[in-house]
């Protein structure tokens, strides 16, 4: 069992930067795959990007490629999702969720699933 929790959130200007964090619970972090999801108001949830359990695979949705970084610190159970150049199409709730797969890039990939934490970009 993995409990992850989001944190980092928050309105930012268009251009602006943020950097969400999602804390895990459980010493089995690091057997896990991490990725983040996106679910903006009356939209379903997307796939922004994910990172192998050694973090040393990355791959990112077309959409924020280039301005979003994953990464993760084993040793604190943490992984994080850096975000620059924001744009107000970026506006939405992220979710960080952990996979026993490789690599996953699909939400039926993942097995559990933080609670949100919004992100509002103003233009």
């Known amino acids: 069992q993995v409990q992850l929790v989001e944190s980092g959130g928050g309105l930012v200007q268009a251009g602006g930067s943020l950097r969400l964090s999602c804390a895990a619970s459980?010493?089995?972090?690091?057997?896990?795959?991490m990725g983040w999801f996106r679910q903006a108001p009356g939209k379903e949830r997307v796939y922004v990007g994910a990172l192998t359990s050694s973090g040393s695979n990355t791959n990112y949705a077309d959409a924020v490629k280039g301005r979003f970084t994953i990464s993760r610190d084993n040793a604190k159970n943490t992984v994080y999702l850096q975000m620059t150049d924001l744009k107000p199409e970026d506006t939405a709730v992220y979710y960080c969720?952990?996979?026993?797969?490789?690599?996953?890039?699909?939400?039926?990939?993942?097995?559990?699933w933080g609670q949100g934490t919004q992100v509002t970009v103003s233009s």
């Open positions: 969720a952990a996979s026993s797969r490789w690599l996953a890039l699909t939400t039926l990939a993942y097995d559990y």
């Open positions: 459980g010493r089995t972090f690091s057997r896990y795959a």
